[in-house]
């Protein structure tokens, strides 16, 4: 039986961990719990972060929302700042695990997890947004695409949690897009998945485009050259074809259990021609 540690305060977390340095840090423990069942870790004891409220809810911060690192999927879903600014980290939400995960399950987890498949993982790409790390005398704010460096990789330091998200309000965009491709149409974890961020003028002309593919590399891959392939250009079958290339030649995925590489790179192409259906 292992001792869990359950603090109501970032003083009361720092106390426990200066007494139990090797205990495990979690919230939601849906990635957590299933490593320790396989046998994978086996930390002495755990320290929960459920209960701070510090470390939850989210808020306007300027052009950003700061999003606490334990706030659930399923607060996020609800939570109308969220849903007005940053719709695409919605729709991805809405696909993630099943109801029982998005209960636990937080944002914060989802990131620390670094899985190259995880769901909000392309939208944060998109939105630009930062982590803000902490530790007991001081803090920092890291970009999330310098803060992933691999799958089950990140740059948090010793003795330091994610506090909260940084996403950059996505309202100069008027399409936000969000789709992955899974082996069954629920609970599935992504061959492939795809945010797009789209602004298109009046005349339905590109003028910006932010686009993160997710599953096709060791970390969340963007194009630069497909959406320097779509500015300036309608969202038309033939441009999107031309970005596409880009995409394809872009993106390094593997063969795995779910799909082999070929079928990945292919579908990394053809996701982004699905915006043509949204626009």
Known sequence: MKNVFLPHSLADLWRHWENEP???VYAGGTDLFVKMRSGAINPPSL???ERIEELKGAEEKGDFIRIGSCATHAHLLENSLVRKHLPVLVQAIKVLGSPAVRNMGTIGGNLCAASPAGDTLPPLYALDAEVE???QDDSRRLAVKDFLVG???TLIGQGEILAAV???KADGYNLHHYEKVGQRKALAISVVSLASLVRLS???VVENVRLAWGSVGPTIVMCPEAEKALIGKRLTLETLRKAAVYARQAVSPISDLRADAG???TLAGNLLLRLLACS
């Open 166 to 168: 940084w996403a950059r």
């Open 151 to 153: 799958p089950g990789q």
């Open 22 to 24: 090797a205990a495990a």
């Open 47 to 49: 320290i929960c972060l």
């Open 133 to 135: 790390l902490r530790r």
């Open 202 to 204: 009046s005349a339905g």
């Open 263 to 265: 079928y990945r790179r």
